[in-house]
């Protein structure tokens, strides 16, 4: 049963059968408890934000991968691109993080996530942000800096990503992954970007400078390929 919550605003939902379901999203609900397995205890989402999230086993395991390899006295997690919440509850069920600060530039997809946080029981561990992030960790968060590790998962020009052959990231949208390293490597240079699995590799390594290294991640469910997480140091 689900809990008892404030009431959702009008642009979000909580579909409780597929004929709510409008057909564009219809695959995604029908996936649901592998995006949020606590789905039916409430979860909200807007339209659009279906989506965006990480299902759960992958946020998951980025979560658990990126606590493993954070370097002594990064003790904050940043989540510049929060969306419904997915990734964000993921780094706060791992325990690992003194705090976590999560950006959201969408009010009512940032009202899913504090929602969700609720349903997960981890609102405690993690500060909200409404705004744009790049000027949110230029202002805001900029003294935290030396303590952080950033995490991004950005909008990638939404589900039209998927019939690319080979995922153009220098025409990204509505970032280009040189502002995104370049923006985040002027806040740290312990940042982890969340890309799709088609992404052109070669780009990546024409972004990082020489005296860095990137490590990437591929990460899959059941065989099916998702995602990969490139870390930067």
Known sequence: ?????????????HYESLAEVPWDIQIYWKQR????????????????AWFGVTPEPVADKIAEDIAATAP?????????FAGAGG????????????????????????????????VYGVE???????????????NQLKDLAPYCVLFASPPWG???????????LHTMEPYPLAKLYDEYSAFTKHLALYLPRTSDLKQLAEVVEEDRKATVVHYCIEGASKAFSSDSE
């Open 1 to 13: 049963m689900a809990a008892d919550f404030d009431e959702a605003p009008p642009e979000v939902h």
């Open 72 to 80: 002594e006295g990064r003790v904050i997690l940043v989540d510049a």
């Open 124 to 138: 405690n561990k993690i500060t909200w942000f409404e705004g744009d992030c790049f000027e949110i960790l230029k």
């Open 33 to 48: 408890y592998r995006i949020f397995s606590k789905y039916d205890e409430g979860v909200w989402l807007t339209d659009d």
């Open 87 to 118: 990734n964000t509850i993921a780094f706060a069920k791992t325990g690992k993080w003194k705090r976590i600060y999560a950006i959201e530039k969408n009010p009512a997809v940032l009202r899913c996530a504090k929602h969700n946080a609720q």
């Open 158 to 168: 939404g589900p039209g990503y998927r019939s690319d052959r080979v995922f153009d």
